[in-house]
């Protein structure tokens, strides 16, 4: 058995990555951290997890780790940054569902999130956790940077394309659609219910912090890309869908089969990747739960234009679940290990 | 491997059997049939099942089902009564999530249901499928009759109060409260998006079905109630929240500890029910994609009342996954075999 | 033109009295206070606003409502209280939206409010703003107690049975749904998005401040009732349906015709409530954005009970809509000036 | 007075029309008609009508029309033009909420919209119905087209940038996302509630009938266009957002500043288009139940691009609401008359 430790067990990503371990034959939970909430049953807050997670909360010290193979911080950015040193110096791996590690240019990191990184010497050993142009990589890496979940949509949407030479990197737009657990539970009147129900609503439209990392993976398969990335608060709680646009280059006539059959080569054989028939509209609602990405191409022939329709559950392939398929890599367990769950529809 | 069949694999009921189903290890489903959808992949209807249910639907001929020892009626009302004794002389078992078995009085039923009873020979044979009360009969049942979705809700509710005499039974008022897909998959205007969100409405005041179903089964343990039974519909998919209330006898000033004992003795074991702390208020969400039912008391001094909170997921404790508890227990499995899903929150 | 001030222009309460009053053509608005927004545009915080009013929120001192005739609290509770006594003396009435004037017995109001009372000498003068049992006095009053929106509900639906001796006090049940706008606009986890959406939860069980208010109206018709009340959480933004619940005494077999005659009869003239025909069920969207609440009426003979259905929009006559019209009333205007919006289906 | 009548009431513009004009204090509604409802009172299929609304459904013959000014058509597409003739003949006015008559060319109507077109000789009479840039006409004319809820949405964003020249038309993506209301009161499994909420799906990406029409005004000032428009369908009643996306041409540092001046001063005066300040993110709830058009402009420098915002109410500014501002023009009334109902948040 795996022995691993949650560090920030109260949040969304938190709770998910429980719900999603607790039915893991192969994996253990040793402790779940919160510093507000230690002492209190972990299943008092999340009452879907009586009967099976008996822990309570832990103060999140590194002594609490002490008996874990792997840690996951699902806490706020700018967290795991002060302990992962030293877990990793014990021997524990360690895989941050925030943003501390994903940018590879310290600058750049700390232009966009405001702070002074803690420990900018792991930044070139920690591998960016998307098995999908990764995997080999995260198999041995003892320190994982998991993806954010909008750049999880648009980089599987993007990759086959751009790896292909088959867009003008400088004509892409990604306009994407968020349910509201991807802002998070904190208080907060602008995620009141009231607030978000029957309404939609761009946010970030300037700029956010996903961009600079989208950025990032795009360059290393092609030229630099001045992407357009303009994220939406939908009124639904789970759910990414990434409407992705962007000049062709190419085939001509039989854009839409090349490219069909391109994207199907690409994915073939990977667990969470499905590419639906050319011309489909996958539904957010049909990952809801599941660690599945699902992705349409169309080509619109009078604009010469691609456009790419890429849905993940934010919760789970683009955060709890995705991080669980990292841990099965780093581990040698099956890649798909406690992730069958389908997409709950209704 | 256990062989199942599904009929009527279309609707809400059947695509969560299906879903739950494709997690058992020892279940495998042979044929899916809908005679609407005939020839159509079930992965074409339900996209969520892409990759892991690789069966189109097939016309519902008895022929279809040959090779299944347990078939599933997954459909409206008045149908599984036309197939199932073709299908138990045969030797296949059947577990109908409608109505066609609930009640035992042919009478009664025909005027509920509207129909002449097809089979009501069968009656007497007919286990009503709530494993906690039936459970040592429906391990040697050919022939269940799954609950309906409030009726799994009330009667758990009020069974430790009715068997312990602790309430009146004429005073029992039973207001539910239904997410939307209970009203099933059928092109209705009722049942739109529009028509549906941002309301809520009482409906069947004077009469529903699933009240004849509730009385039957509390008559076995207590005196005849005319309960009150009056359920609404609520803006949500999933859930039945019911709010059970009834006149208090008995206790004096210790009524709250000693039926709260009661409750928990009564369930003690119970894989699926959970009796939450007094005075909790059990959500629907907690048991969200779950087979768990939460059960939260209070007694109110002043009134000398019992308010009973009884939450389920009507798609599976109130259907699907109440079925396939059924299924594990006539065929010795794991009683939550393939059930150990926990609620989704959020 | 009546010369407004409105305390608290920040919540749900207030910016709906706003958008009604925006409408009003007899009324203007000449000051809106907040403490934490002082300086802000109204519309900046609420953009519905935008082009209609101009003006920036005020700090709230005595001085800021000197040109006003008449003054609203839109304020969390025990905020009235302070400054209620300086706008009479200054010969400016007061409508309180909150639950500062409601309660005539001081210690009941402690005991529920959990506060001293700052001006209880005002409570034998204020009247209970409910048109329908109390509109005489509401025209002479300088000062207004605003009902709550679930004692609104309830005692409409309740008090034609209880004037006319038709149901029997201690066997009232309240089983009450309300929208999530109920909460008000504080940052909370509790009301985020993510938490209520898809769900369903009693609240309040034990007690709910707004039961000893219900009881006090109650008990101006009749004799004392212990009824149960019992609070819901709906995932909608706005309407409350009250499901009330009574043993009948009385007219036996004619007992559906004569109560819905004794309704019809007790609203017969009334602006803002529409007895539906009996046997009906009121949806809370027939009345979003509306003054309006529907009642409709059903005996069940079995249980010999009747069932209330009764709807009303939590921010309009559970609270701002329902502010209006008392202002109406007091100023002499027509009693649905300002308040002939039509329900918003769909 | 005028007088109108209502063709197809029971449709959701229908009765947003309905409950529009029931404010409207200088105009009467004569007669609404229906096929399927004929002699059915409105507000029983309506219920927030009651009481303000007497009328029954009527049979769609040209006689019920005969004391009408103005006959407005809220029926499926390929209505309208079967009757026109005949009313027009007879001096009555229409407009027309449908697509009959907003398309020009009759053979690329014919395409999109499969029939045969009844009164081709129509066409060119109609004026198409969006008062910010047919006022005078509209003024004049005796048949209206009355625009789709997109194209609204989409051409009152783009039109100060096309009539300057400031983008590159080629390069135009409108990527809308619209309520379900949209989609109308039909019985149809794809709109129902468990299938439309929590989920968000893009649809028609190859081709939608709205494309021809928003390419036809966007031609009347500027060069053709083969933009791409890609909507999808949100878990939300009402509402519009339209994200625009086209690459600038001109003012290079001073581009913020000075597009978002000329749009102000293209809308200055404009009663219901509201330029929000440069930067702002509209959101659709501020418009819902309004007439108003919210637009906010963003440039974004690192890739040239414009990102303009625009939301309205389908139902209002897209549908029921910009026929009553066209009636106000037709019948030289306030253009606003009726049309004051601000935005409800929440």
């Known amino acids: 058995m795996i ?17 999603i371990i607790a039915n893991h034959r192969e994996v253990e939970i040793k402790v779940i951290t919160s510093r507000s909430n230690a002492g209190t049953l972990v299943s ?24 874990c193979d792997l840690v996951f911080f699902a806490t706020p950015n700018a967290t795991a940054m ?36 803690a420990c900018p010497d792991l930044l070139s050993q920690a591998v960016y956790g998307l098995p999908e142009i990764n995997r080999e990589a995260i198999r041995s890496a003892n320190l994982v940077a998991n993806p ?21 990197p400088s004509s ?9 657990s991807g802002a998070g539970r904190n208080a907060n009147v602008a995620t009141l219910f009231s607030e978000v129900t029957e309404s939609v609503k ?14 990032q993976i795009l360059q290393t398969v092609n030229a630099n890309s001045n992407l357009v990335f303009s994220p939406h608060l939908m009124p639904m709680i789970r759910g990414i869908h990434s409407t992705l646009y962007a000049d062709a280059i190419g085939f001509g006539d ?26 489909s509209h996958p539904e957010t609602r049909s990952v809801k739960g599941s660690n599945m990405c699902r992705i349409a191409i169309h080509y619109l022939e009078e604009s010469n234009k691609y456009v790419i329709l890429s849905v993940i559950d934010n919760l ?13 890599l780093m581990f040698g367990l099956e890649e798909d290990a406690g992730l069958q769950s389908l997409g709950m529809m209704p």
Chains 1, 2, 3, 4 share one sequence.
Not at 3 to 19: A, C, D, P
Not at 206 to 212: D, I, V, Y
Request: a neutral charge; proline letters at 4%; glycine letters at 12%.
């Open 148 to 168: 954010g979940c909008y750049p999880t949509s648009v980089i599987l949407g993007l990759l086959p394309l751009l790896k292909n030479g088959l867009i003008e």
């Open 82 to 117: 002060f302990l992962a040193q030293a877990l990793l110096d014990s021997g524990t791996k360690v895989i941050d569902l925030a943003a501390d590690f994903r940018i590879k240019d310290v600058e750049l990191w700390q232009k966009w999130y405001g702070e002074k990184h």
């Open 44 to 67: 008092d807050v999340y009452p879907n997890l009586r009967g099976r997670i008996n822990l309570a909360f832990s103060e999140p010290t590194l002594e609490a780790y002490k008996n």
């Open 202 to 215: 761009a946010y970030g439209t300037a700029g956010h912090r996903h961009l600079p990392e989208i950025r």
């Open 254 to 279: 039989d854009c839409t089969n090349r490219t069909q059959q391109i994207f199907e080569d690409a994915y073939k054989g990977e667990p969470f990747v499905d590419v639906l028939p050319a011309g």
């Open 172 to 180: 892409i737009i990604a306009d994407c659609k968020s349910g509201a």
């Open 3 to 19: 022995k691993v430790g949650i560090v920030g067990g109260t949040g969304y990503t938190g709770v998910e990555l429980i719900r």
């Open 316 to 328: 789970v392939k683009g955060a709890a679940g995705q991080a669980v398929q990292n841990m099965n």
